[in-house]
T-cell receptor, first 112, second 116 residues
Framework: ETGVTQSPTHLIKTRGQQVTLRCSSQ?????VSWYQQALGQGPQFIFQ???????GRGNFPPRFSGLQFPNYSSELNVNALELDDSALYLC???????????FGPGTRLLVL | GENVEQHPSTLSVQEGDSAVIKCTYS??????FPWYKQELGKRPQLIID?????GEKKDQRIAVTLNKTAKHFSLHITETQPEDSAVYFC???????????????FGQGTILTVHP
């Protein structure tokens, strides 16, 4: 088991609401990446945070935003939720400059 | 951007047989290729990875091969066991530092079932 943790484990929201997901990186890891995994698909890169700044972004709209804190933990915020946002949201931590990413258990979001 | 295609989508083998999963990528600048195993309801776990300066890497029953010219890489599992049953994902990462480091592009996944 890796040291990456995520909360909450499950979440149910309604369309139009906002949600905040949290990730604590593995000890010593300074970089956090977020992925969206729809059912039956591979994870899709949302963005990465390093030194408290967004450091690369995938093809996701601005209503997906994030934060990184001085202790390297991170939040993913999604505004104006849509039904298609229902997915497993994974964070992965790594050391900047190293390729290996370790995933957390994910937060399963259901938008009704 | 990078596009990763993975085949087959499902693979069924008998215990003890070998399993091979293949991926192709589009961006010739990609230089890091990890494989993840995801059991039902669990996190993806890195099982092996390869960098573009290496053609093959082996770890016990698992091996990965890379053909940079053809832009494809494969996962080989020998002497399969029922506990190998899971979804396997390949991924590719573009070359370069900075904003590229975290951006893994994943294949669609292969559901491997090993029958006892």
């Amino acid at each position: 088991e890796t040291g990456v943790t995520q909360s909450p484990t499950h979440l149910i929201k309604t369309r139009g609401q906002q949600v905040t997901l949290r990730c604590s990186s593995q000890s010593g890891h300074n970089t956090v990446s977020w992925y969206q995994q729809a059912l039956g698909q591979g994870p899709q890169f949302i963005f990465q945070y390093y030194r408290e700044e967004e450091n690369g972004r995938g093809n996701f709209p601005p209503r997906f935003s994030g934060l990184q804190f001085p202790n390297y933990s991170s939040e993913l915020n999604v505004n104006a939720l849509e039904l298609d946002d229902s997915a497993l949201y994974l964070c992965a931590s790594s050391l900047q400059g190293r390729e290996t990413q370790y995933f957390g258990p994910g937060t399963r979001l259901l938008v009704l | 951007g990078e596009n990763v295609e993975q085949h087959p989508s499902t693979l069924s083998v008998q215990e003890g047989d070998s399993a091979v999963i293949k991926c192709t990528y589009s961006d010739s600048a990609s230089n890091y290729f990890p494989w993840y195993k995801q059991e039902l309801g669990k996190r993806p776990q890195l099982i092996i990875d390869i960098r573009s300066n290496v053609g093959e890497k082996k770890d016990q029953r698992i091996a990965v091969t890379l053909n940079k010219t053809a832009k494809h890489f494969s996962l080989h599992i020998t002497e399969t066991q029922p506990e190998d049953s899971a979804v396997y994902f390949c991924a590719a990462r573009p070359q370069g530092g900075g904003t590229s480091y975290g951006k893994l592009t994943f294949g669609q996944g292969t559901i491997l079932t090993v029958h006892p």
